[in-house]
């Protein structure tokens, strides 16, 4: 089955592990995972700064091997990403920022892609604040 | 005849504390028989007898469920929960639920 994440919480929270861990277990078990969107604070995934220190779950760099081993498209929420200081190049000369920081592997867009991936996958699953 | 089989319907997922929000109160008025609740996160401290929503999950005819490694992250399996009132799942059968059901729905 095709099934889209939407991920509301920031890394190192319950929820952002739970959804890692859904995420695998859909994938072991022959399902495809058709996007993630992060939305709110779960933008701050989107962040290649982050640095999960010893014995911590680094959720960006797991997502970020998610998607090289199985394609999974990795949406920041634009809208919400800029709030937080989470931009990439195109981002910050529009605003005039010094750099840039959004991880590779993740993209930033608009809420569209929410709506899209409501319409055109199986199943969508909602990992809130 | 056979009466057909009632479709799943919506898988509801409720992660707040029962001593802090109302969550699982309100999704057991709306949520239907065909219906599951899935508490994750800090839902599950209604699995405390003495929580205010444990007779509630006692007594519904919903499908009731739970994460077990989260249960488990706060020393509740010890609390011997009949397997009548909740089902203790993992991270597999979480994916098999959202594929049964209908549709899933986040509380928060």
Known sequence: MNIALAIYSPPLSETSLRAIRFAKAALNNGHSIHRVFFYHEGVLHGSHLNTALKGEIPATDEWRNLQQSHGIELIVCIASAIKRGVINEQEANRYGKSTHNLADGYELSGLGQLLESAVSAERIVTFGP | ?108
């Open chain 2, 1 to 108: 005849m056979n009466e057909p089989k009632k479709e799943k319907q919506t898988l509801h997922i409720v992660s707040r504390s029962p001593y802090q929000y109302r969550d699982i109160e309100q999704c057991l008025d709306r949520a239907c028989d065909n219906d599951a609740i899935l508490l994750t996160g800090d839902a599950v401290f209604a699995l405390l007898p003495t929580s205010t929503i444990y007779h509630h999950l006692k007594n519904t005819s919903i499908f009731m469920c739970a994460l077990e490694p989260e249960v488990a992250a706060r020393g509740l399996l010890e609390q011997n929960v009949p397997e009548s009132t909740i089902n203790l799942i993992s991270d597999d059968d979480f994916v098999q639920l959202v594929c049964e059901y209908s549709r899933s729905f986040t509380w928060f």
